[in-house]
C-alpha cells in the first residue's frame, strides 16, 4: 500500500524546491548584472536591484584588451584537453 502525500508534505517539498532554486538563480544574476553595472555600482552596499544599464564593460573588452586572442587559445585548449579526456577514457 502507497502512502499519499498530504498537503504539508508537498508545501514543504514545494518550498524546499524553491530555496534550491533561487539558492542556484540569484548568484548568476549578480553575475551577469554585475556585467552591466557601473564600477561604483558593483561595489555599492547594498545593491540596487534596479539600475541603468551600460556597455563600457563590454566596450572596453572588445576596444582595448586582445579578447579575440585569449578566446581562441581557451577554445583551443578546451578541445585539446576534451578530445584527451574522450580518448583516455575509451581505453
Given at each position: 500500500m502507497t502512502k499519499k502525500n498530504?498537503?504539508?508534505t508537498n508545501l514543504l517539498k514545494s518550498l524546499?524546491?524553491?530555496?534550491?532554486?533561487?539558492w542556484t538563480i540569484?548568484?548568476?544574476y549578480i553575475i551577469v548584472s554585475n556585467a552591466f553595472r557601473t564600477t561604483l555600482d558593483i561595489k555599492k552596499m547594498p545593491p540596487d536591484l534596479f539600475f541603468n544599464p551600460i556597455l563600457k564593460?563590454?566596450?572596453?573588452?572588445?576596444?582595448l584588451d586582445d579578447f579575440l586572442k585569449y578566446f581562441?587559445?581557451?577554445?583551443?585548449?578546451?578541445?585539446?584537453v576534451t578530445i584527451t579526456?574522450?580518448?583516455l577514457g575509451t581505453l
Open positions: 498530504t498537503w504539508p524546499g524546491l524553491m530555496a534550491l532554486i533561487l540569484i548568484p548568476v564593460h563590454f566596450e572596453r573588452l572588445f576596444a581562441v587559445n581557451s577554445i583551443t585548449i578546451s578541445v585539446f579526456t574522450i580518448a
